[in-house]
């Protein structure tokens, strides 16, 4: 596992998402009040990113901005079916940096 430290919290706004490289991989990360979550940015359903969705604070939710379905960003299924699922990565923040662990 690797460790990115992508920043700082406050350099996510609330309620909103940013694509990260890691690697070869685009993550993106939303950030839900103090909380952060990291899932593949790219849409299994047709590419969009996802990092550009609008993000449902209350449901902890990112609906994609293309077609709108609803991505859960505490384990990243599909709200409408949970059988469809992208990947999710794990987030921790030490004091205001935020690490991404992949
Ligand atoms: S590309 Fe995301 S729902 Fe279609």
Redesign the pocket.
């Known amino acids: 596992m690797r460790e990115y430290v992508i920043g700082k919290l406050d350099e996510i706004p609330d309620g909103k998402g940013i694509a990260v490289q890691a690697g070869r991989r685009e993550v993106a990360v939303f950030r839900v009040g103090r909380e952060v979550f990291a899932i593949a940015n790219s ?1 299994p ?4 990113s996802l990092c550009d969705g609008e993000v449902m604070k209350a449901e902890k939710m990112v609906r ?1 901005p ?4 609803n991505w859960q960003l505490t384990d990243g299924k599909l709200e409408t079916e949970p059988r469809q699922g992208l990947r999710k990565y794990e987030v921790a923040l030490d004091g205001d940096d935020v690490i991404l662990r992949i």
């Open positions: 849409c359903h047709k590419g969009a994609c293309w077609h709108h379905w």
